[in-house]
């Protein structure tokens, strides 16, 4: 198999892989945090820096702004309207990186240890946009041109809810149109298992705000007085659920639907507990009891508190009984769970907790999902479970993931193609946390999974 | 009543209002926040104009450096060792001033509006210090020296706990020795009342740590698996008291002494929960529903979060699951309760609750003080109410104070004085809360009510 299609592109590729990592870490330098404002100049400048990548590819390229951050949006066409089209999802922006002082290395000055790449957005998403990038230029280098058509959308609001992109998608339903669609945006089980993703779960988020006396007032006089709006809070939030871990909002299991051992057959059904202690320094204890870790994680909906926030909070001490508390929650949702339906249980449920003296508040976020399911038998998912085991030598798994991409839904919708989660991310990369990481070994496997991939579908 | 001595000493200080301000407001603005490490020389640079100004008006003084910040000790003992000694006990360090945004005007640039001086410290306690200095003033302008000897002790301190005070007291036994001790950092039931304290409610303070995973993890890939700290954090801090605001901490009130029927027919027993709601927006909801208002604030203890922090708390939504989570605690302790036994039960408690895959840690600070009671009859107490009732013109009302001040059985045991707790605070003043104020007409009161009291106390 000295000349088979694999090798000759994983030469290519290691042939530049000084100048590809050079690329990578200008990609990385740029802090395009969606979610903080004071970003907004940043995330433009990380747009405006893909555009002139991907021209210089020789892609065309559009920006599609939107009233927060702009979609970038590039096609190449050359394979005629006779062959098929591949649509790929990718997004540029990134989570933001408190607690800073966690980090051992800045944020966004790239470093290399242990063949790891350190920096926000290593993985998610600029490291999967990345060899993105590189395998359709293998293609390029190697052909001069694809054997399919492609086009990209690769958005600038992913990690603050996609909240622009659905209203882009209706608009640019004929720029999107295509055959297939890969959203890379995934991770693997285990660095060596190639594996795909049949589905997400879904989501809703919002913000509860817990209202008491009309300031500040001190806990000494008032202790016994006013009813303390963090007591509020924690009272209101320990309700949502039970001793079990069973969320306790009427209604919310409803919609769920339970998976038959036919369906369950397909998916690879099991947590390496073990590997999860030693990725996260504690065993799985959260969640639903009645459930084995990875049903919870794979096809159980959650109801996490992802911050909280009331009182005095910095050094030393202050005997406040503050005048109002915070939280934010997230729902993670399985089919056939609606946002809407779930986010209107989870508000209506805690706005009758607000005990007297105290005025409850929840604001649901637009930004929301539905949870996914692809088809295991599509061409799509096919050609690149091939091109997987190809690159990783080892038959393909199919998986499914616990996060959500709430986009999902919308852009099958708005392309009418045939869906494919794809992605190697792993567990420990430490994703939306402090020192990210990616291994350069994946940008390499992720560069000729495309490439492959977009031969498989063109042969 | 022309030249009653009151007469003489009201005119001599509406000679200086203007004066007296001026001064006031250079006091004012120091931000002498003790607690914030930050603000280190400001809290010294706070000790040296009171330095300079106790030198200007006569005293002897003396800075007590402590680990923290330092103590400014003043004594005039002119009258000589027949006459008795009266110690003054006031703090010149202030609260920190965050939500620094909802502050009409900038905390350290003092402004009046409607009579009342709004700045941090206004009142607690630079405005209480401020008066205090004031009526020495008058005395010594009047009448060229005092009819006792006079010790002032001012600590720095008293907003993050008095840490250091203890220790220096008991080194300072000496110069600290007087007949009479006066606090002079309570206040009244309204503008109106004259009214003196008989007692505080103690204090413990303590930091609750709740750690899950090694490092903050992605809350969709992650939900249903880790532990969330937040849902910990809550349900334990949820754990602590019951429906009824019953602390559920074992042995918590077992040391919690009934009040007798005589000993409650000595006190004003009211709450004018109108009045409280007008003052604070809410009625009074809080603590125990077994207890009236009152008896919630005055006699019974109390256990409040007065910061919680965890996850997440910018603009916009990050879907993490955080790797710890904390909160801020303090109980409020009446007669007979030992803050060291009930740093203990909370914290062993506590510690019981966490669950699985996740870690608990309480760790009590060691400001912390015993719950107080005056003598009414004392020689102190009777001088002091019959000029709160001269300078008001009706009857001393006796009340208690639901607030803390640690250092008042150190204080009492060192100076080995009879003690009495005054001051002129209202419940809107708004102290540890953003526009904090006092009004000039208190200053006068104050200044007057210290005067005559020394006065009568050398008659």
Known sequence: MTNSPLTVLRKQFKTKEEEILEDFFTFLRIPSISSEPDYRAEVRACSDWLVEYLQSMGFKTQVWPTKGHPVVFASHL?????????????????????????????????????????????????????????????????????????????????????????????????????????????????????????????????????????????????????????????EILSKLRDTTGKITIPGFYDDVVSIS??????????????????????????????????????????????????????????????????????????????????????????????????????????GRGKPVRADANSKVVQAFAQAYSEVFEKPCEFILEGASIPIIPELTEASEAQVVLIGLGLQDDQIHAPNEHFGIDRIEKGALIIARSIELLGG
């Open 78 to 234: 050359q394979a005629g309207s006779d062959k098929p089209t591949l649509l790929i999802y990718n997004h540029y922006d990134v989570q933001p990186v408190d607690p800073l002082e966690e980090w051992e290395t800045p944020p966004f000055e790239p470093h290399v240890r242990n063949g790891q790449v350190y920096a926000r957005g290593a993985q998610d998403n600029k490291g999967q946009c990345f060899y993105t990038l590189q395998g359709l230029k293998l293609l390029l280098e190697k052909d001069g041109k694809f054997p399919i058509n492609i086009k990209l959308c690769i958005e600038g609001e992913e990690e603050c809810g996609s909240v622009s992109l659905p209203e882009v998608l209706k608009a640019k339903k004929k720029e999107l149109k295509a055959d297939y669609l890969a959203i890379v945006d995934l991770s693997l089980r285990d660095a060596n298992t190639p594996a795909i993703t049949l589905g997400t779960r879904g989501l809703i988020t919002m913000d509860l705000t817990v209202e008491g006396a009309k300031s500040d007032a001190h806990s000494g006089s008032n202790g016994g007085l006013l009813y303390n709006p963090i007591h509020a809070l924690v």
């Open 261 to 366: 051992e036919k369906e369950r057959a397909k998916y690879s059904f099991i947590l390496d507990e073990n590997q999860y202690q030693a990725d996260f320094g504690v065993k799985p204890t959260g969640g639903e009891k009645a459930f084995s870790a990875i049903e919870r994680a794979w096809i159980r909906p959650t109801l996490e508190i992802n911050g909280i926030v009331g009182g005095y909070t910095g050094q030393g001490f202050k005997t406040v009984i503050p005048a109002k508390a915070s939280a934010k929650i997230s729902c993670r949702l399985v089919p056939n769970q609606h946002p809407d339906t779930i986010g209107k249980a989870v508000s209506a449920y805690i706005e009758k907790l607000a005990p007297a003296g105290i005025s409850v508040k929840v604001n649901l976020h637009v």
